[in-house]
């Protein structure tokens, strides 16, 4: 079973969403059958790279907060993320493009280290004092290596605009396409979404419910196939 998770570094809830599902995968007694696969999803689509701001100044302006509002949102989010376990500052923080990221995850997924390196974009962006905007370059690369990527490789990729560019903008569109306009959004399997961090029982639900319906597999036979079994293989005469 596939189930694909449509994100943003940038995002809060995509970070407490990611520990929350991750809890009810490590408790489904069929995990060893599940693929994860993480897509790409901007909140700030288009973003120019130098354009960085403090969170709290993003949020009053982007959703009409008050700054009051805005840190009240902050400290709540601490918390909810400080119950799954994680590390957030809900001061201090800053806010940018995220493009190159998802650019660096398509690549680090050809590599079969792409939760690694998410992982690593997320610590750094809510945990973190040094800023994954500011030292963009310079910081991604050190994430990277950090998570198992060869450096160079990873330098090549970050200096070529292009570089995974089409990848992103087509997990951006299937996700209009499947009707996500806010993430985290997880497809399990192509038959079933669910949309937000939601607790981990709603995602053990989810998961043992996609499980349960997956279709039986049909067997083609013909006359005459040999095959190997626990006795051995038939050897014609």
């Not at 520990?19 to 994860?36: C, I, N, Q, S």
């Not at 949020?59 to 509002?69: D, H, N, P, V």
């Not at 996609?210 to 013909?222: Q, S, Y």
Request: glycine share 8%; proline share 5%; with cysteine.
């Amino acid at each position: 079973m596939r189930v694909e998770i449509w994100s943003d570094i940038a995002c809060p809830w995509c970070y407490v969403g990611k520990a929350r599902f991750e809890k009810a995968l490590e408790a489904f007694p069929h995990r060893d059958g599940v693929e994860v696969v993480h897509r790409s999803f901007e909140l700030d689509p288009g973003r120019a790279k130098d354009d960085i701001q403090p969170v709290l100044t993003m949020l009053t302006k982007k959703y009409g907060m008050s700054e009051a509002q805005a840190q009240a949102g902050e400290r709540n989010l601490r918390e909810q993320a400080a119950a799954e376990g994680l590390a957030y500052r809900a001061e201090g923080r800053d806010h940018g493009s995220t493009f190159d990221m998802h650019r660096l995850l398509h690549f680090a997924k050809e590599q079969g280290r792409q939760s690694a390196l998410l992982q690593a974009f997320y610590r750094a962006n809510f945990a973190e004092e040094r800023s994954v905007y500011a030292d963009a370059d310079g910081y991604l690369v050190e994430l990277a290596v950090e998570a198992g990527l060869e450096e160079g490789a990873v330098r090549k990729v970050l200096a070529d605009p292009a570089a995974y560019a089409d990848a992103v903008r087509a997990d951006e569109r299937e996700a209009a396409e499947l009707g996500a306009n806010g993430v985290p959004f997880f497809v399990l399997d192509r038959k079933y979404g669910v949309s937000g961090a939601q607790p981990a029982e709603v995602f053990e639900k989810a998961l043992a419910q996609a499980w349960g319906e997956r279709p039986p597999l049909k067997l083609v036979r013909a006359e005459g196939a040999e095959a190997c079994g626990p006795d051995g293989c038939a050897v014609p005469q």
